[in-house]
């Protein structure tokens, strides 16, 4: 992880500014965060000294279960937050935020603004809209388990997952976050690589139709 210094923050701080969310001077306070591909954000279980948003990148949500288990259960795109949920509650467990490609944030220190963050009503209507929305987001993902076959959803995941046109998720992790068997998503992917989307490289796979894909996700977001 990189924190960024002197002009290289400036530049940044004027480049992606969100200062017209809040209402009191946030950029006396913010820091800039850069993360590279698999760099933990958060560990889970650790409790987070920060306020993200995500100005640059991606990022997955990861919980371990009581069993050991652990599930992917959703991605953190750009212009979104990341430790609302510690900001509100004096006491919460943490999920891990793992960054899927270079990911960049700025990043509010709690203990040195919370007071202006939990007074500031402009930034708690725009932090509002946006846990509507991903609650929103939440449910429709699970009504898409429903309603869209396997193709459709898998496409989807695809193309939020691969990094420079390479598909590399664990066939595990995939089968628990779209709720499919092994052998239903096998199924999926050598369909995939038969009509010419994907060819398989090793325990990867190469994107070689975008537009294919793009026609398959693009449903699910015309429901």
């Not at 001077?25 to 760099?39: A, C, L, N, S």
């Not at 306020?51 to 992917?72: D, R």
């Not at 899927?100 to 709690?110: E, N, Q, Y």
């Not at 046109?165 to 239903?184: A, F, M, Q």
């Amino acid at each position: 992880m990189e924190i960024y210094k002197g002009e290289k923050k400036q530049l940044q701080l004027k480049k992606s500014s969100i200062a017209h969310l809040f209402s009191f001077p946030v950029e006396e306070f913010m820091e800039v965060h850069e993360y590279q591909r698999d760099e933990w954000i958060i560990q889970e279980g650790m409790r987070t000294d920060f306020l993200f948003y995500v100005i640059e990148g991606k990022a997955k949500i990861y919980v371990t279960h009581q069993n050991g288990k652990v599930s992917l259960i959703n991605f953190i795109n750009t212009n979104e937050y990341i430790g609302e949920m510690e900001l509100f509650n004096e006491v919460y467990y943490t999920k891990g935020i793992q960054a899927s490609m270079k990911t960049i944030c700025f990043a509010l220190p709690i203990h040195r603004c919370r007071t202006q963050l939990m007074e500031d009503a402009k930034f708690l209507r725009e932090l509002t809209k946006f846990l509507s929305i991903k609650a929103t987001l939440m449910a429709a993902k699970y009504s898409q388990s429903l309603a869209f076959p396997l193709e459709n959803r898998l496409a989807d995941f695809i193309l939020q997952t691969a990094y420079e046109g390479v598909y590399k998720e664990k066939h595990v992790t995939v089968c628990d976050y779209l709720g499919v068997s092994y052998r239903h998503l096998l199924h999926v992917l050598t369909q995939f690589c038969d009509k010419g989307y994907l060819q398989k490289e090793g325990r990867y796979y190469q994107i070689k139709q975008y537009h294919s894909l793009y026609e398959l996700a693009e449903m699910l977001k015309n429901k």
